[in-house]
């Protein structure tokens, strides 16, 4: 039976350990790739000017665009969606505890508008806008966007919740707190650092995709200046330059695949120290 077991354990160490490694392959792939097409083409002109004539045909301009277009699109859809998972996943922890079935049901329709492909929000952001007779705008890919990282960020928010001690609700409940007070002033602040984990991932999913606001923030040359105007995103500049034939432009498109993996790096970097102080 020892030795059944030794070679059980050292089988799927050996398991554990390849998909590993294939992992951590691919994603050093990934990033070689983009980095070797991409850090060549960077430049200061590159992050600052927004496109100019000719700048799909591989002459000058920039992504400032698509930079502050992404920026916009992500930080906006982002508040949008935390102003509504926070009390959503509060009020699951705190007023729904007891019903237990019921919130199965939640959590349940919850991870099922996880799982729903962002094309599929993004044809119902395009149809609502059809419907309301609005253009494509900003305004209309935050609103998709938010929609889409909503039921993440409350997901991600209620596993936070979920481990907190049920013996600090009760103290709370002994000292003649109300529920309210008890889910801003105790949960709130015992989550805190876990929600910044739950805005990071929320945002990391607003910020890289494209298929939400394919139809519904519209493309533009230009940086927005208010939330009726189209905007240009990093993945849809990604998606745009690559299927051009010239190579000069194919490698802007990869410019700018590493100008959004180094976003999404310093974000991840900030909310992991901004964690350990919490800590």
């Known amino acids: 039976m020892t ?9 799927f160490y050996g398991l554990s350990f390849l998909f590993t490694a294939i992992i951590v392959f691919a994603l050093v792939q990934i990033i070689w790739t983009i980095a ?3 850090v060549p083409s960077l430049s200061w002109q590159m992050i600052s000017q927004e496109p100019k004539g000719g700048f799909y045909f591989g002459k000058e301009g920039g992504l400032l665009n698509a930079i502050a277009g992404s920026f916009y699109l992500a930080v906006c859809s982002t508040i949008l969606a935390f102003v509504i998972s926070l009390p959503v996943a509060l009020f699951m922890n705190i007023y729904l ?3 237990q079935r019921f919130l199965i049901g939640v959590r349940f329709f919850l991870d099922v508008l996880w799982g729903v492909p962002s094309i599929v929000y993004g044809a119902f952001g395009f149809t609502l806008l059809m419907y309301l007779g609005y253009k494509n705008s900003l305004g209309a890919g935050i609103v ?3 929609a889409m990282i909503t039921p993440i960020m409350i997901r991600a928010m209620d596993e936070v919740l979920k481990t907190i001690p049920i013996g600090l ?3 709370s409940y002994a000292l003649g707190s109300t529920k309210t007070e008890t889910a801003y002033k105790i949960f709130f ?3 805190l650092p876990g929600f910044a984990t739950a805005i990071l ?9 494209a298929a939400s606001v394919l139809f519904t923030a519209g493309y533009t040359d230009y940086v927005p200046h208010s939330f009726g105007e189209p905007t240009a995103t990093l993945p849809l500049a990604i998606f745009f330059q690559l299927s051009s034939p010239i190579e000069e432009v194919q490698n802007r498109a990869y410019a700018a ?18 964690k350990t102080r919490k800590k």
């Not at 030795?3 to 089988?11: D, S, T, Y």
């Not at 695949?257 to 901004?274: D, E, G, K, P, Q």
């Open 3 to 11: 030795l059944r077991r030794k070679v059980e354990e050292n089988f």
């Open 97 to 99: 505890i007891r019903y």
């Open 36 to 38: 070797q097409k991409g």
């Open 257 to 274: 695949a590493v100008i959004l993996t180094l976003i999404v790096l310093v974000i991840s970097i900030s909310a992991r120290l901004l």
């Open 201 to 209: 991932l929320a945002f990391g999913r607003g910020i890289g995709d």
């Open 144 to 146: 998709t966007v938010a």
């Open 169 to 171: 609700q009760e103290a």
């Open 189 to 191: 602040r015992e989550a």
